[in-house]
């Protein structure tokens, strides 16, 4: 594989977040959205915030956009959404096309934006949720047995301080 960019990912497992069939072009036309969550108080962000978007959206364009447009023959779009609350040009331009579907459906725009948007959140906050917290799934006496066999189980308790 040859590329234009260097920076651009080589990686043969390289994913992105959500993959979308109909959204900007044709029907079956698909576009690969990767979500990116930052933090503008980060002294490694520029001050304004809107550089700071158009900081992560370069730097998510030059990882993905030539690998998806000559691979995988289909659009991209860098989802970049600051912890303060904030979205870019390119996630507000997503949920407004999203939204557009609710011509199809006989509903009110503003409904339909709040909707798509509230959604958003909610799966936002089960992935952070998720990521602090693990999966709630039953743990088995095995795996539990296994861990403590191989010491990583005794390593992680020794570097936590339980408190009751």
């Not at 698909?30 to 490694?44: A, Q, R, T, W």
């Not at 009110?108 to 998720?130: D, E, G, I």
């Not at 047995?145 to 390593?155: D, F």
Request: charged share 25%; proline share 4%; with cysteine.
């Amino acid at each position: 594989e040859e590329f234009r960019l260097a920076s651009t990912s080589r990686d043969p497992d390289a994913r992105l977040d959500v993959a979308a069939c109909g959204v900007w072009g044709g029907r079956f036309e698909k576009v690969y959205v990767d979500v990116k969550i930052f933090n503008p108080l980060c002294s490694s962000n520029p001050r304004s915030i809107s550089s700071a978007y158009q900081k992560h959206e370069r730097e998510k364009r030059r990882k993905y956009e030539e690998r998806i447009n000559e691979i995988e023959h289909g659009g991209f779009c860098p989802f970049i959404m600051a912890t303060t609350g904030g979205a870019s040009r390119s996630a507000h331009a997503l949920i407004n096309r999203i939204s557009l579907l609710s011509v199809k459906r006989d509903s009110p725009y503003s409904q339909t934006v709040s909707l798509v948007r509230t959604k958003l959140n909610f799966a936002l906050l089960r992935s952070a949720l998720m990521c602090l917290r693990g999966a709630r799934t039953p743990k088995t006496r095995r795996s539990t047995q296994s861990l403590r066999e191989t010491g990583i189980l005794c390593a992680v308790a020794e570097g936590l301080e339980v408190r009751a």
